[in-house]
């Protein structure tokens, strides 16, 4: 049923998304270069040394930018859209916290080789994001609270959000993004906020993304973002773009 309730534009949401994310990836980047390395916690355990390193898993990492975007390009009920925003801020404002009183450290192995795309792909994510962080991890929290947005929004894609969600979070493990206990625990805060504050608001607003053409382009529009990134990386490989050695950390 397609809700009568105020809906919002194309345009609203992207203005919306964007006001959203700027502070957030401000919130999560501003302390990181304030904290040494050598004050952050080690949170891995022994079972985190029995994930592997994979650098091909970047493609599915390359996903993250999508995931973040679809929920604003889906929800279309304002107080459904308001409730889901004011988790993500949410979200950032406990990790950024953390990152000040609790920061994390996540040891990350070397990149033997930059003249593959995979492990030039992964040493440019290292260059710009700091293994020291909050904690949890704030990336398996936005993944699972969009992701089951997502899923609860339109049936017709529920299983392939579960199953992304999953994915994403593991490569992150993959790429030593982050620990289990962070990726577990972030997972568990971003399922609890979505259950507790925004799937009460989806609920009412009687799943006004369940449009066939709503939800083809918005998946378009979130996939082409992420094309985009990839491309624009890979051009930067090409052309020669190398950063500093990075050694174990």
């Known amino acids: ?21 700027i502070p957030s990836l401000g919130l999560y980047f501003f302390p990181l270069g304030l904290l040494p390395q050598r004050e952050a916690h080690n949170m891995t ?37 308001f409730r889901f925003t004011v988790g993500v801020l949410a979200l950032a404002l406990v990790v950024f916290l953390s990152s000040l009183f609790f920061p994390v450290h996540t040891p990350r ?18 260059t710009v994001d700091s293994p020291a962080r909050g904690f949890p991890s704030l990336l398996a929290a936005l993944v699972v609270l969009s992701l089951s947005a997502v899923g609860s929004l339109t049936r017709r894609v529920s299983y392939a959000a579960t199953l992304t969600a999953v994915m994403i979070i593991l490569s992150a493990l993959v790429l030593s993004q982050q620990s289990l206990l962070a990726a577990i625990s972030g997972s568990l805060l971003g399922l609890g906020v979505y259950l507790l504050w925004v799937r009460p608001a989806i609920r009412d607003s009687n799943g006004s993304a369940d ?23 890979y051009l930067l490989f090409s052309v020669g773009l190398r950063f500093s050695v990075l050694l174990p950390v």
């Open 211 to 233: 449009n066939t053409s709503h939800i083809q382009k918005s998946l378009r529009h979130a996939l082409g973002l992420s094309a985009a990134i990839i491309l624009l990386a």
């Open 45 to 81: 355990t022994g079972w985190d040394a029995w994930v592997p390193f994979v650098p091909q898993a970047i493609v599915v990492y390359a996903l993250v930018p999508a995931v973040l975007i679809l929920p604003f390009m889906l929800i279309r009920n304002r107080r459904t859209l």
């Open 109 to 126: 192995p070397g990149i033997p080789t930059q003249e593959n795309f995979s492990f030039w792909s992964v040493a440019l994510l290292y």
């Open 1 to 21: 049923m397609e809700d009568k309730r105020p809906q919002t534009t194309t345009r609203q949401r992207i203005f919306l998304a964007l006001a959203t994310y």
